[in-house]
């Protein structure tokens, strides 16, 4: 497994992987915006150098904070580790950052990946009632103290 930066070439891709089966996926222009924010770290995993991106992860790292937008694996290579291994190697570059906390918002629902954030040691810490509009669904805040 490779991963990497996310290259502006890769945004078809990103696209389709959050099409994929996202209640609210971003757009296209959501994902080609990144690249302009300073604060945005886009990242990719591939099987090959050169291959097309197979799952993503944004992320903002805002003072000494990082909070994750978007995580997503392609349904082809879910439940492989991707997902974790690339929460892993953020936490590993969010310590070498300094950084203190990590964030994110999951949807209630979306118990595999609540699974997997309480396996990396997760708490939740609030609710956001009505947060997804699909839905009107809740979110779960959680966090992670580096």
């Known amino acids: 497994m490779h991963f990497d930066k996310a290259r502006l070439d890769d945004v078809d891709e990103l696209v389709r992987i959050d099409d994929e ?4 996926p971003w757009s ?16 990719v995993a591939r ?7 197979i799952a993503f992860l944004c992320s903002w790292i805002v003072g000494d904070e990082v909070q994750i937008l978007n995580l997503c694996v392609s349904i082809a290579h879910r ?3 991707l997902a974790e291994a690339m929460l892993r190697r953020l936490t590993e570059k969010a310590q070498k950052q300094r950084c203190r906390t990590i ?9 595999p990946a609540i699974a997997l954030y309480h396996k990396l ?17 809740d979110a779960l805040l959680m966090d992670l103290i580096l």
């Open 103 to 111: 964030t994110l918002d999951v949807r209630r629902s979306n118990e």
């Open 47 to 53: 099987l090959t150098p050169t291959g097309p991106a």
């Open 28 to 43: 296209r222009q959501a994902f080609v915006d990144e690249f302009s924010r300073v604060q945005s770290r886009l990242a």
């Open 121 to 137: 040691c997760f708490r939740s810490v609030g609710v956001r009632p009505a947060y997804y509009a699909e839905g009107n669904e």
């Open 21 to 24: 089966d996202s209640p609210s």
């Open 79 to 81: 439940r492989k580790g």
